[in-house]
């Protein structure tokens, strides 16, 4: 199957020279933010779907893909600002969110911080929903251990693939080879670990980093779908129903068979949902 990537652009976000995605030209905005290590093409085999009914940016967040790498907090704060800002320079006064991972728990924040400007939620696997998280991301929280375990290495990006999905199967060739790419450039390892440590310690995520997000989600006004894969090695669907309980309103959607990126994993299925949602 051949994979059409967008046009790549540049903004100027604060002094940050980000690159984005962006499609569509009717409809609500909608802007798909990654996870942790991740990068626009995570989000390629939905962004001509979503951009059918909407007007889509995908964006690589500050100290991730080809967007500048500065030495910075790498907060959840200080990446919903980011986005927040992004949105500014783009001239979005409101927008839809869809939020992988650490992508999930950035709209989350955003929804907290920025309410009037969220249009409607999707939190995909989210983070900021409990403590739990996997092993190998709490072990690169050590000193020098996690310079070692997330050198950027061919094999390591074969074996995350492995962890993230159900189904090995699905890994295409092309996404390990831009993973890889992406994961060797000047600063990439520094501003990955600098996030993973400013979010998480051995025990999991800090409780200071989920603590706001879940004694407050009763007070998110914004529309909200939850999803998840119910194989998550990452973060564990336990979390969706943590959402479930303390946000009575939220719609909870869960994909079975499924890994940590049902948007990539389950991407016809995952498009039609958030359509769907988007459009209620």
């Not at 989350?108 to 409607?120: G, N, R, T, W």
């Not at 189904?167 to 501003?191: F, K, M, R, S, W």
């Not at 299925?269 to 769907?276: D, K, Q, S, W």
Request: proline content about 6%; glycine content about 10%.
């Amino acid at each position: 199957m051949s994979i059409k990537y967008p046009q790549d652009q540049y903004v100027t976000v604060g002094k940050v020279n980000t690159r984005f995605w962006a499609l569509g030209d009717g409809g609500t905005p909608v802007i798909l933010i990654h996870g942790l290590g991740g990068h626009v093409e995570n989000w390629v085999l939905n962004v001509h779907a979503l951009a059918e009914h909407h007007r889509v940016f995908a964006l690589d967040l500050v100290g991730f893909g080809r967007s500048d790498k500065p030495r910075a907090p790498y907060t959840l704060p200080f990446f919903a600002q980011f986005v927040r800002d992004f949105m500014e320079t783009e001239g979005l006064e409101r927008a839809s969110l869809v939020g992988n991972s650490l992508g999930g728990g950035i709209a989350f924040q955003i929804a907290l911080m920025y309410p009037d400007q969220v249009e409607k939620l999707v939190s995909v696997d989210g983070a900021g929903l409990g403590k739990e998280v996997f092993l190998m991301l709490r072990l690169g929280t050590l000193p020098l251990f996690g310079e070692w375990a997330f050198r950027p290495s061919r094999k390591g990006t074969v074996q995350l693939y492995k962890e993230i999905v159900y189904d090995p199967a699905v890994i295409a060739e092309e996404a390990i080879n831009i993973d890889y790419e992406l994961g060797c450039l000047p600063g990439a390892q520094t501003a990955m670990l600098a996030t993973l440590r400013s979010l998480g310690n051995l025990w999991g995520v800090r409780e200071e980093v989920f603590r706001p997000i879940l004694d407050n989600l009763g007070s998110i006004t914004a529309p909200t779908l939850v999803v998840w894969g119910k194989q998550d090695t990452i973060l564990p669907v336990a979390h969706a129903h943590v959402a479930e309980e303390r946000m009575p309103g939220a719609r909870v959607h869960i994909f079975d068979p499924c890994g940590h990126v049902p948007q990539v994993e389950r991407p016809e299925e995952f498009n039609e949902l958030v359509l769907e949602f988007l459009a209620g």
